[in-house]
């Protein structure tokens, strides 16, 4: 269906009907509309909308606007037309896609009025949003992503904690802006409450800031000496590599991982394979690419690396065991998170009765990305599994696991 309107009337026009897509048969009048660069054709994804009509009908649309790259610019977050019309839109007007509208046939002999009623709003909701854009004129009335779910500075920076424990190992140093674009680019709530990239990025260095600050993230290189009237996000720029506190996962393996594995009773083959392949799962990771990344390991001693077939079913063997269990995705294995909890805990009172050397983590002014490896390609994979944010950091003491406060 395509649907032209003006202020005052919208015409639906049922074309697969009229045409059967043959193109002979498409309207004349309404191409030589669709086709004058003179008559603009405005609504969300316009461009996409004349992209069809080529596909199907072979004729090139032009006066194209498409609303969303408007709203972009100006530096607006909403991004459909629903949201653009509460902004835009006459006050009354709105959106609300059905069930029934949802599932309806555009194309039917007869119409239901709620289709007709809500294709016509459509239409009529692109040009009213059109005209007051252009005047950047928002209905009073309206409520803005923030409004509608506020949040506390707290609450995001939980969140945000949160997506950077998801996203990056803890001791082990990274760049700061590496982190920085992690949480510009993954925080979905600043897509909808900033929607420009260098307020994003602003905020971002705010927050890592912020973190330094009451110790949940520590600064390796860099300084924050600076003069008074100098922006934080300059500060926070001239540091160069941070970390998360805690000991870098795979020293925990080697240092305790078949210790661990044996105390939950695993036999020593598996206690051993266990040690060696529970980095690639910190997160879920399709057991195929589980099976792929452990045979091409040549560190992996304990199992037939290159036997697939003994791998595939080791693997389902620790599962039953509750060793690794199943993703939220089909197919996908991941370390249980209460033994992920029991390594980090138990390596703490490991430490208390061995003698663990409090290593360095190496190539500390490393390239960006060189924190990614040790074979930890299974921990970035996407996965719904979340982990709480620090809770309590006044309690946290850096100098207890580095030494110093530096």
């Keep these: 269906m395509i649907q032209i309107a003006t202020r005052e009337l919208c015409f639906l026009f049922q074309v697969f009907r009229i045409t059967k897509i043959n193109n002979t048969k498409f309207p004349p009048l309404l191409q030589e509309i669709l086709t004058n660069q003179d008559i603009k054709k405005v609504g969300v994804n316009a461009s996409g909308d004349a992209n069809w009509i080529k596909k199907s009908y072979g004729f090139e649309m032009r006066g194209m606007v498409d609303l969303e790259k408007i709203a972009q610019q100006k530096g607006y977050a909403a991004r459909s037309l629903r949201e653009l019309t509460r902004m835009f839109g006459d006050p ?42 252009l005047k950047d004129r928002i209905n009073e009335e309206y409520l803005n992503y923030e409004k509608r779910y506020p949040m506390s500075m707290k609450e995001e920076d939980d ?37 420009k990239t260098d307020d994003r990025h602003k905020a971002a260095l705010n927050v890592i800031g912020r973190f330094i600050e009451d110790g949940r993230l520590i600064k390796v290189l860099g300084n924050t000496d600076s003069n008074s009237d100098e922006q934080n996000e300059k500060k926070i720029s001239s540091i160069s590599m941070i970390r998360l506190p805690g000991v870098p996962f795979n020293k925990i393996l080697k240092d305790f991982g078949k210790e661990f594995f044996e105390s939950k009773g695993l036999p020593q083959q598996d206690s051993e394979f266990m040690t060696e392949i529970s980095s690639y799962c910190l997160k879920a990771i399709k057991k195929e690419s589980l099976a792929k990344n452990i045979a ?45 909890n029991g ?44 982990y709480e944010p620090w809770q309590d950091i006044t309690t946290f003491d850096p100098s207890d696991v580095w030494g110093n406060k530096d």
């Excluded at 138990?346 to 050397?357: I, Q």
């Design 343 to 386: 390594l980090e805990d138990g390596y703490e009172k490991f430490k208390l009765t061995h003698d663990v050397e409090d290593e360095r983590v190496e190539n500390e002014t490393s390239k960006e990305g060189d924190s990614d490896n040790e074979n930890l390609e299974g921990r970035w994979e996407q996965n719904e599994q979340t």
């Design 92 to 133: 009354g007007l709105v959106l609300e896609k059905s069930r029934k509208i949802l599932k309806w046939n555009f194309d039917a002999v007869k119409l239901d009025l709620e289709v007709i009623r809500y294709a016509s709003s459509d239409a009529f909701a692109g040009i009213q949003v059109y005209e007051s854009i």
């Design 159 to 195: 969140e945000i904690y949160s997506l950077i424990l998801e996203s990056h190992p803890k001791g082990v140093n990274t760049r700061t802006k590496t982190i920085a674009n992690s949480i510009e680019n993954h925080y979905q709530r600043w897509f909808k409450t900033k929607p």
């Design 296 to 340: 091409n390991n040549s560190k992996i001693t304990s199992l037939d690396r290159k036997n697939r077939d003994a791998v595939i079913a080791k693997l389902n063997e620790l599962n039953r065991k509750g060793a690794l269990m199943s993703g939220q995705k089909n197919n996908t294995l991941l370390l249980h998170p209460d033994w992920v």
